[in-house]
């Protein structure tokens, strides 16, 4: 390799740095089947800037590499008006194939798939069924490791590990090894419960059939760990307090990260301005006890704290499928006594600051220890609400039909601000009444 | 199936509410081999559960059913003192390479890899190494699918897919269709590098290696399924400002719940305390002008969420390899362009609610522009100082060595409560300071 003037870890360094077209030019320094490779690790983003910026005659060699679920991405994946750049440099099968597949939805079990997988007759028997499947080896199949086995009609009827088929007696028949319990997925399943199915069953590979049980593609593991990753990063964006980016962060520009982060923070600040109407009502309290604001910030921020941790862990366990809409009474129930016994943890701290500062600097005089069963209660009352609040949420959006995740930490926080105002100046109002009003 | 009671569903829908002898007694009422699909399906805590309680006549043959990296899996899920009614149970090869993979963490390369993998010898020609491959399918192997050719002193040479063996010409030499140029990792690799590793080649077995290039075992995508599922989760919960649960929600007891979550809420409460102490500063403030304080939760809150949606971002994308230590100064200068931006929007429509009120209720007198311009610039600066912690956190954590993921959205937003009253009061001070001090 000593003739080439760049490695291909030198070419993973730079790629960020590089323009479309020094990114095309620098692949020209490494040997050819090392630049394949590394195009085919590309995300489908890079490889689509990739296939439109080389020149037209290198197109065909370099999209040919794709089989035909990865095309569809590519094309998934830049603008529409693009997609005459691409396919016309596709063999004719592949062409109706790519076709096919970008009629699904993206995120669902029909856009996932590949549509070359290893078939069988249920009447061969094992040797021929090993020659049929070397054949299949010289077409661009997905998989031999497991084969299907169909009718004519391409109606599913089992499944064959290559493992078994191999190490089975040559003259059994595939309908006698074959498993007819296996687990498949219809070509509509959303990908992430499809991605539910795969770790709870361990599959390597999935069958998708439509609604008549035709077999239509397969989707592999390779492809749910990209899911998992993408589902994840949906719904760590969505608990931050934003919409989901779908686009690597470098790579998002400056205009749309301005929508995506300030559609929310608009939203937020206009929940938000709730508390300065709420501490408007209470205007008197603080102009009589100015001590009292010193501690809103404190108090209310327990509350979204609180909120946070439970909102934060109920969409998790729902993402993962460990608890469902069944599961709320249970979970929220849960949740109270937690917020009581963590309420009462920092509300007892809170208490301790009071009399500390009474006895250091006689801050608040005679109120002392009513000041701090003050600041005692609130903080009860206000992790207590957050807690209720931060699992409740999620079950109310999942209920409602929207997406859990919108649940978000700055959300809660902001809901639980508001009452936890309310509750604050309430409670003075009660245990400080002469005080306020005497 | 007729005369079983509960169909495998069944089982499913009810197994969270079964106790651990109903769980055993359950698995008698399906047929045998379907339990024992159920059985490996489930999670390493799950099965330990169920194999501590079935009674020790029948635990040798559910043990057995599970490859040596899952018994490892089991074990280490369980308390060590329930070790010896485990071990004994296993084959004595099987409880060698257990005990050799205990000696691994749990959460590196080493931990997670299974030490039975195909393997061949470089001078083999491919019509022996199918035969040779078949005798090995009769043991337990992992796959066949990746085989691994290997040296007399087990130093791995090169791999070989089955496909490539299986359509190579029969004569060819094992050595001459290898690939030498594998991705493999160090024994000792953590598990989320190493998931990295597999997203980025789209690989689906990786070989792990000792420091001397002996083969030790290989991993396979479907245990990185799990790894990618774990690791967001853990991250997810950090961000929701708590120690990660390492136990589902559902089974994760009251007070270790109380001491997962209480720890950081102290801490964070803790810090929140410092805003008690900044307002007392600026007491004189509140007195003379009160309507000020009616504005605290909403400027700091807006920093809080600004922050949060910062920190979760540049903490996804470096858990995804997005962005690295490197790209700190980048991404920093970015999102205090995004800060100034975001915050001149809130900033505006704070300004508005001012401008609104006094002409609907004269709330500030001849001061209202003046609040207005106090708002807006609080609002801006806030908001910048907010994007600046949140993203600028996670990257001295990192420096640290510390995970970036403690960079939770409650920890920014009580650090970037407190800057905000500083930086509201000091502002007011400037704009408003003969109302204030006239």
Not at 22 to 33: A, C, M, T, Y
Not at 128 to 143: C, D, F, G, M, V
Not at 211 to 226: A, F, M, P, Y
Request: charged share 20%; proline share 4%.
């Amino acid at each position: 390799m000593a003739e080439y003037l760049l490695s291909l870890e030198d070419i993973q360094e730079l790629w960020p740095l590089l323009s479309p077209q020094e990114k095309v030019e620098s692949l020209q320094f490494v040997p050819r089947h090392l630049a394949e490779d590394f195009f085919l690790s590309l995300s489908a983003h890079d490889q689509a800037e990739l296939l439109l910026n080389v020149p037209p005659i290198d197109r065909r060699s370099w999209v040919r590499l794709l089989p035909p679920d990865d095309v569809a991405d590519v094309l998934q994946s830049m603008d529409k008006t693009h997609y005459e750049d691409v396919l016309p440099y596709l063999d004719d099968q592949t062409r109706k194939e790519v076709s096919a597949l970008l009629a699904y939805a993206e995120d669902n079990a029909g856009g996932l798939m590949n549509p070359r997988f290893a078939r069988l007759r249920p009447e061969m028997n094992l040797d021929e069924a090993i020659s049929y499947l070397k054949r299949q080896t010289r077409e661009q199949i997905e998989t031999i490791y497991y084969t299907y086995v169909l009718d004519e009609q391409q109606h599913l009827l089992g499944v064959v590990s290559f493992r078994e088929l191999f190490s089975g007696k040559p003259d059994l028949k595939v309908k006698d090894i074959m498993r007819m319990d296996m687990v498949k997925a219809l070509d509509t399943m959303d990908q992430e419960a499809l991605s539910r199915l795969f770790t709870k069953y361990n599959l390597l590979a999935m069958p998708i059939v439509d609604s008549e049980n035709r077999l239509k593609g397969i989707v592999t593991i390779d492809d749910i760990v990209d899911v998992v990753n993408e589902e994840a990063t949906e719904d760590i964006q969505k608990l931050g307090g934003m919409e989901a980016l779908d686009t690597p962060y470098l790579k998002t520009s400056f205009f749309r990260m301005i929508r995506k982060r300030g559609g929310w923070l608009v939203v937020l600040f206009l929940g938000e301005m709730l508390t300065a109407s709420a501490m408007g009502y209470f205007e008197i309290h603080i102009v009589r006890a100015v001590f009292l604001a010193m501690f809103i910030p404190l108090i209310i921020s327990s509350g979204g704290n609180s909120g946070s941790q439970a909102s934060t862990l109920v969409i998790r366990a729902m993402a993962l499928g460990e608890i469902g809409f069944r599961d709320w009474w249970m979970v929220v129930r849960r949740e109270i006594f937690v917020g009581l016994t963590l309420g009462s943890i920092l509300g007892a701290i809170g208490f301790l600051r009071v009399i500390a500062w009474q006895g250091l600097f006689d801050s608040f005089g005679p109120y002392a220890m009513r000041v701090g069963f003050t600041i005692f209660g609130s903080l009860v009352g206000v992790v207590t609400f957050g807690t209720l609040a931060g699992s409740g949420l999620p079950f109310l959006l999942k209920k409602w039909r929207l997406d859990p995740a919108s649940a978000s930490a700055p959300f809660v926080a902001t809901l639980v601000d508001v009452s936890g105002i309310l509750i604050y100046f309430s409670l003075a109002g009660i245990l400080l009444h002469d005080v306020l009003f005497g």
